[in-house]
């Protein structure tokens, strides 16, 4: 058994970002935070496709190493991911303030799914928006359409509005930027990471300076990177110790 760690800065500056990181059980660790201390809950959690590409016939072998459908760590069966991510909505609506803002990153064929386990935890779904690759994988690209996007999900709670800093401006349901650069995977990589100018854009929309941020699905720690530049307190939670360490490491270089 993996013995839990955990990483934490305290606020001892007035102008600087607290942390908490975690390594250890998403659901068992969420049920340790206060109920209605959360602001905002910004993650990216497994989109539950290794089964179903498996049995596609997908060509796994020519997938990089550590593509997720070959890596093997989301292959939970379709109702047994259910049952977690279900879990995950009734800790996440518990944690969340009155007016707090939920935002996942979600396969575009799972977003019906989502949004009911949502609304049965009472989360208002706002909109599904849509994050644009400028430079995807080229794969397969003399077969089929070269997959470039990914879907995001938008919820609050307890009421049909939160924090939305749009300062007046119209605000599509669109992002567009190139893969996360390797500059950002300087202390490791992850299949999944996402680049730091995207995830800067949404903890600026949908929270405020000391407000509380909770990503269960942290990986590499890009959201508590971006928390600590936006001056926000982070919490951050991954059951991959070596991810929590590469979180740490990208956290502490932020000035």
């Keep these: 058994m993996t013995k839990q760690i955990s990483y934490t800065y305290p606020n001892k500056l007035k102008n600087q970002c607290s942390y908490s990181l975690i390594s250890g059980d998403c659901i068992k660790n969420l049920k340790n935070i206060d109920n209605k201390s959360v602001h ?14 498996h049995n596609r016939n997908t060509n796994l072998k020519k997938m990089r190493e550590n593509q997720f459908a070959y ?7 379709y109702n047994e991911w259910v049952k977690d991510m ?10 969340l303030i009155k007016g707090g ?3 996942i990153f979600m ?35 003399n077969l089929h359409f070269v997959n470039s996007t990914e879907a995001w999900i938008y919820f609050t709670i307890g009421t049909n509005t939160g924090t939305f800093n749009n300062d007046g401006k119209l605000i599509h349901d669109f992002f ?39 990503d269960p699905f942290m990986g590499s720690g890009t959201t508590g990177v971006s928390c600590k530049k936006l001056k926000r307190k982070f ?17 502490d270089e932020i000035i």
């Design 40 to 53: 905002l809950i910004l993650t990216d959690p497994p989109y539950n496709l290794g089964q179903f590409m």
């Design 71 to 77: 890596a093997g760590w989301d292959n939970l069966p």
């Design 86 to 95: 279900d879990m995950f909505f009734e800790e996440s609506s518990r944690i």
């Design 101 to 103: 803002s939920l935002l």
């Design 107 to 141: 396969s575009i064929i799972k977003v019906e799914s989502i949004i009911a386990l949502a609304e049965k935890n009472g989360f208002y779904y706002k909109t599904t928006g849509i994050w644009h690759k400028t430079n995807p994988m080229p794969r397969n690209m």
């Design 176 to 214: 567009e930027t190139s893969l996360t650069t390797q500059s950002e995977k300087r202390h490791g990589k992850h299949p999944t990471q996402k680049p730091i100018k995207l995830i800067d854009k949404l903890v600026g929309l949908l929270s405020n300076e000391n407000d509380i941020v909770v």
């Design 235 to 251: 919490i951050g939670i991954d059951q991959n110790k070596e991810y929590v360490e590469m979180a740490k490491k990208r956290i």
